[in-house]
C-alpha cells in the first residue's frame, strides 16, 4: 500500500478559500451580503475561526475588498518599474490601473455603492482602508517632487497634497459609476485632466489647466 504524503503548506494554503472572493460572489448571486457570519461559513465549508483570522467582521471585509483592489495596483506598477516613474506618471498609472480593477468588478462595485448609497449619502466607513493607502501612496509622490524643488520655500506639504489626491479618487468614482461611454473613454479622460490639473497646481501657471478643468466638468456632469 501506498504511503500517504502529508500536505505541504503551500498545498493547504491552495486549498484555503479565498474568503474576499467567495464573499463578493455571494453579494453578486444573492443581491446581499451573508446572514451572518455563521451561515457565511457554513455555506463555504470553512470554520469560523478562519474568518476571524483575517477579519473581523462584515465591515472589515467590505473595506478590505477596496483596498485590495489598491494594493494589486501597486503590486502591477511596481512591475511596471513604478520606481523609474516620476510622481505625475505614477499617479496617471495609479488612476488607470485602479479603475481598471473597478472595471473588472463593475458589477459588484455598483451593487454594493448603490444598495448602501456611499456615493450619496457620504458615509465612507467602507473606504476607510483605502484612503489611508491612497494617502500613504500620495505622500510618496509629493516627496519624491519636493526633493526636486530647489527651495524649501517652493516645497508642498504632503498632508495637502494627500487629501487632495483622496478626494480626486471620490469624483473618479462618482463619475466612473455615471459613466456610459464605450470602454469608459470618457473616465479615462477624466483621470487625465484631474491629473493634469492637480500637479499643474504646483507650477507657475495653474490657471489655464484649472479653466480647461473646470469646462470639463461642467459639460460632462451633464450626461
Known amino acids: 500500500m501506498a ?3 502529508t500536505p505541504t503548506k503551500k498545498q493547504k494554503a491552495a486549498e484555503k478559500v479565498d474568503i474576499l472572493a467567495a464573499y463578493m460572489n455571494h453579494v453578486l448571486e444573492t443581491g446581499h451580503e451573508p446572514k451572518s457570519i455563521f451561515k457565511f461559513c457554513k455555506e463555504q465549508n470553512i470554520k469560523e475561526s478562519e474568518f476571524y483570522e483575517q477579519f473581523s467582521s462584515f465591515e472589515h471585509l467590505k473595506s478590505r475588498v477596496w483596498s485590495t483592489f489598491h494594493d494589486h495596483t501597486i ?5 511596471q518599474g513604478r520606481e ?3 510622481p505625475k506618471e505614477q499617479l496617471l498609472t495609479y488612476f488607470f490601473t485602479y479603475f481598471e480593477m473597478l472595471t473588472a468588478n463593475r458589477s459588484y462595485c455598483l451593487l454594493v455603492l448603490d444598495r448602501e448609497q456611499i456615493m450619496k449619502s457620504g458615509s465612507l466607513t467602507a473606504f476607510k482602508e483605502l484612503r489611508n493607502r491612497i494617502r500613504e501612496f500620495a505622500q510618496e509622490l509629493i516627496q519624491i517632487g519636493n526633493i526636486q524643488k530647489s ?4 516645497q508642498h506639504p504632503e498632508s495637502i ?4 489626491v483622496w478626494f480626486q479618487f471620490l469624483f473618479l468614482l462618482r463619475y466612473w459609476v455615471k459613466d456610459t461611454s464605450a470602454g469608459f473613454e470618457k473616465t479615462d479622460v477624466a ?13 507657475t501657471a495653474p490657471l489655464e489647466s484649472l479653466i480647461d478643468f473646470g469646462k470639463f ?3 460632462e456632469t451633464k450626461m
Open 3 to 5: 504511503s500517504t504524503k
Open 75 to 79: 503590486a502591477l506598477m511596481d512591475k
Open 84 to 86: 523609474e516613474m516620476g
Open 151 to 154: 527651495s524649501k520655500f517652493i
Open 161 to 164: 497634497f494627500s487629501e487632495g
Open 191 to 203: 483621470i487625465e485632466k484631474s491629473v493634469q490639473t492637480a500637479f499643474d497646481l504646483f507650477e
Open 217 to 219: 466638468l461642467w459639460k
